[in-house]
């Protein structure tokens, strides 16, 4: 009898064991617990800050999934040490750099040795681009020489390069500048603003625009072109609204056509001579008093 009661307790003694070791196993076999407070902050145009919170089971690692929105694949992991709560995506872990431009999303599980937990997702978004148009000069034409009193045409193209059509007419003016950058002290030549036709995006426009030379020292001097010269299209770059292009800046060569003749000279009077002069270049003239 005391023989069955020690098998019995035996008995249960191992019962319990097994029960014990498989209670264990079941718990051994559950995922850890999922990172929380999951989330992603863009921290320069090519890298994204990535944070989360944890508490719990003790960890191998964190591992983080990348994928482009739009495209199927994640890449990755990286592979964050169970103490960090953060990690920088700059590319390295995912053949290649989070572009602003595009959306791109993360996911995050924890590793315990043998399992992943869930997985959390965070979205970080894309950067949209300002859809604004942007006018650029493409080319500038002017004669090499240029005189100074004359009147040339100046052409030019203007594009569009902007994501948006320009909405409005604009206008370009023309200045005459000692070097090759606008400023202060360059003076206006076009004889009127040239106004140009709105623009859709992508467009071109070829046309010119009449400019006076003025007085000016004569050698190389700048042609300089301004696109909306008065500011009323808003642009994604404001800053390449400009070109230039070289001239050599001489005078008129002259011939003396007239002679000289006497006025009416009175007594302590005084005597006045009047030449006619033409230009070599063009059929203008005109009649200078000397005296
Ligand atoms: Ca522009
Ligand atoms: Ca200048
Ligand atoms: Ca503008």
């Not at 030019?156 to 604009?170: I, Q, Y």
């Not at 004569?218 to 300089?224: K, T, V």
Request: charge should be negative; charged fraction near 20%.
């Amino acid at each position: 009898m005391r023989n069955y009661y020690l098998r019995f307790f035996l008995s249960m003694l191992a019962l319990g064991f097994c029960l014990l070791v498989g209670i264990n196993d079941i718990f051994a076999q559950a995922p850890p617990p999922t990172p929380s407070n999951f989330s992603a902050q863009r921290s320069s145009s090519t890298s994204v800050t990535l944070s989360w919170s944890y508490s719990g089971v003790s960890l191998v690692e964190f591992r983080i999934w990348r994928r482009q929105e739009g495209s199927g694949s994640w890449k990755g992991p990286s592979r964050p040490s169970p103490s960090a709560r953060s990690y920088v995506d700059n590319g390295n872990a995912y053949g290649g750099a989070p572009s602003q431009e595009f959306t791109w999303i993360y996911r995050i599980a924890a590793y315990d040795g043998h399992y992943n937990s869930d997985p959390a997702e965070v979205t970080s978004m894309g950067i949209v681009t300002p859809q604004d148009p942007d006018l650029v000069f493409t080319s500038v034409t002017a004669p090499d020489d240029v005189d100074t009193g004359e009147d040339y045409a100046v052409d030019f193209t203007v594009e569009n390069n902007g994501l948006a059509e320009t909405g409005s007419d604009f206008f370009v003016y023309a200045y005459l500048s000692s070097d090759n950058i606008l400023s202060s002290d360059d003076v206006r030549i076009d004889i009127d603003p040239k106004r140009v036709g709105a623009m859709p995006s992508n467009n071109t426009t070829s046309t010119n625009i009449d400019v006076h030379i003025p007085d000016w020292p004569m050698g190389p001097a700048y042609i300089i072109l301004k696109v909306d010269a008065t500011g009323v299209i808003d642009e994604s770059d404001e800053g390449n609204n400009y070109i230039f292009t070289p001239v050599n800046i001489d005078t008129p060569d002259i011939e003396l056509v007239g002679r000289a003749f006497t006025l009416e000279v009175a007594a302590g009077g005084t005597l006045k001579l009047k030449y006619d002069i033409r230009s070599l270049e063009n059929s203008k003239s005109w009649q200078v008093w000397l005296g």
